[in-house]
C-alpha cells in the first residue's frame, strides 16, 4: 500500500479517538503547542488563513476562538477527521474542504497566513506540499508548521525513545485499537528530515525569514516562515 492511502486509511480509522488520544499521549502539552503555533501565526484578525491537513480542526478552531472575526479555511484528505472536527464546530465560521495539501484547491496568492499542525510529515512529499503553501499564500504572507522534532539532550533522548517506540504504539492500541497507526507515528517522526533540511526546503519553495522554535525540549518543533515579496 503506498504511504497516501495508507495515511487516509490510518485517520479514518482513529478518527473517533484521535483528539482524546492526542492530549492524553501529550499529557496536555499539545494544548500548549498548537496555542504557540497560533500566536507565531502574528495573525491581525483579518484575513483569510489557511489551516491545511486540519485534521478534526483544532488549529482552525483554536484560531477563531482567539481572532473570532478571522475566515479559516480546514483541508483535508479525510473527511472522515473533518467530519468528526464540524460535529463539534457547529456555528463555527470555518469552510471545511476535502482536497490534496500536495496539489491545493485554491488559487494562487489567496491567504494571508497558513498553517500545518503534525500534517507535513504524513505528506507522500514534504517538499511539494511546502511549495504549494508557498504558492496559496500572498507576498509577505506566513507559513506556521508545527511538527513533531527528535530531542537531542541525553537522558531525556532515551525515555523518550522509549515512549514513542513502545508506550504510545500499546496505549494508542488499547484505546484506537490500531496499534499499526501509532506504530506509524513512531517510524514517521524517525524518518522526518532534520530541522535544518526542513528549513532548506523552506527556502527554496520562496520563504524567507525562517526560522524554528523548539518546544518541550524538542519533541515538537515550529517552523516560522514569511513568502519572499519581490
Ligand atoms: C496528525 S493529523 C493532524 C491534524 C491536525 N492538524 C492537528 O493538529 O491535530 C494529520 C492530518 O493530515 C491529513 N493529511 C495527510 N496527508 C494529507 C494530504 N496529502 N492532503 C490533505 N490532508 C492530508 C490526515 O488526513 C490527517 O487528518
Avoid at 502539552?29 to 497560533?38: G, K, N, S, V
Avoid at 530531542?151 to 525513545?161: Q, S
Avoid at 517506540?165 to 484506537?176: E, L
Wanted: a positive charge; proline letters at 4%.
Amino acid at each position: 500500500m503506498d504511504k497516501r492511502t495508507f495515511v487516509r486509511r490510518s485517520f479514518a480509522a482513529i478518527a473517533e479517538s484521535y483528539d482524546l488520544l492526542n492530549t492524553l499521549l501529550s499529557f496536555g502539552i499539545d494544548m500548549w503547542w498548537r496555542h504557540e503555533a497560533i500566536k507565531a501565526l502574528g495573525f491581525s484578525g483579518q484575513g483569510l488563513v489557511l489551516d491545511a491537513c486540519a485534521g478534526t480542526m483544532r488549529l482552525g478552531k483554536g484560531i477563531l476562538r482567539r481572532y473570532p472575526g478571522a475566515r479559516v479555511v480546514t483541508l483535508d484528505f479525510s473527511l472522515v477527521m473533518l467530519g468528526r472536527g464540524a460535529e463539534r464546530a457547529q456555528g463555527a465560521a470555518i469552510a471545511p474542504i476535502g482536497g490534496d495539501a500536495e496539489l491545493l484547491p485554491f488559487r494562487a496568492e489567496t491567504f494571508g497566513r497558513a498553517i500545518v499542525g503534525f500534517g507535513i510529515r504524513n505528506l507522500s512529499d514534504p517538499r511539494k506540499g511546502i511549495e504549494e503553501l508557498a504558492r496559496v499564500l500572498k507576498k509577505g504572507g506566513r507559513v506556521v508548521i508545527l511538527e513533531f522534532g527528535r530531542p537531542t539532550l541525553p537522558v531525556f533522548k532515551n525515555l523518550y525513545k522509549w515512549y514513542l517506540s513502545r508506550f504510545i504504539p500499546w496505549a494508542g492500541g488499547v484505546v484506537s485499537g490500531q496499534k499499526e497507526v501509532y506504530r506509524y507515528l513512531h517510524e514517521s517522526i524517525m524518518a522526518f528530515p532534520e530541522p535544518a533540511e526542513l528549513m532548506a526546503m523552506m527556502q527554496k519553495a520562496g520563504f524567507s525569514q525562517i526560522h524554528c522554535q523548539k518546544l518541550t525540549g524538542g519533541i515538537a518543533n515550529l517552523y516560522i516562515g514569511e513568502k519572499t515579496s519581490h
